[in-house]
């Protein structure tokens, strides 16, 4: 069971993290069909983020670098946790409002990510992953829960400053 076990959790990290990966490198590099990095920047500054730049480097570095980091296994806990808080952040403020189906540009992907690095944040990466070959016993389910209410409290920060302005409801006299 062990074998299988590693296996699988093998599979799950390089695809899920590849996956994540790739989109962020759309948004770092333009590759992929990407928008690259300055495109990502007014992104976030269109969805009224402040500082944009800030905002555009977290999502780099939980797409990005979360992902390389679920796929070989390093540094696990940190590297789920900051694709718990870019899911996330995708999930509520772009995906949320059209519903399920990524037909529909629903959460459908961004949550299926999402569960995938929860799960492997507190399971742990596995018997073939760097953090195993390394011997890097990081306290796998405390420390991503650490990270990810880190993440989440980050979230939070970032719904509230890019909430629009409400609109002015009396007229000058």
Not at 8 to 32: C, E, P, S, Y
Not at 66 to 75: D, I, K, N, V
Not at 101 to 117: C, D, H, R
Not at 146 to 170: K, M
Request: aromatic share 10%; glycine share 16%; proline share 5%.
């Amino acid at each position: 069971m062990a074998i299988t076990l590693g296996l699988g959790l093998l599979i799950l990290r390089v695809v899920a993290g590849l996956t994540i990966a790739a989109h962020g490198a759309q948004k770092l590099f333009g590759w992929f069909g990407g928008s690259g990095f300055t495109q990502t920047v007014n992104m976030q500054e269109r969805m009224n983020f402040k500082p944009p730049l800030l905002w555009a480097l977290l999502v780099i570095l939980g797409e990005f670098g979360g992902g390389l980091s679920l796929a070989c296994g390093f540094l696990t806990p940190l590297g789920a946790a900051g694709i718990f808080g870019a899911m996330l952040m995708a999930m509520l403020k772009v995906h949320w409002k059209n519903g399920f189906f990524s037909s529909k540009g629903g959460f459908e992907f961004p949550l299926l990510l999402m569960g995938v690095a929860v799960g492997i944040g507190i399971a742990g990466p596995g018997d073939y992953a760097l953090d195993t070959l390394l011997g890097i016993a990081l306290p796998t389910p405390l420390l991503f829960i650490l990270l990810a209410i880190v993440a989440l409290l980050v979230d939070i920060v970032g719904l509230i400053i890019s909430r629009p302005a409400p609109a002015a409801t009396g007229a000058a006299t």
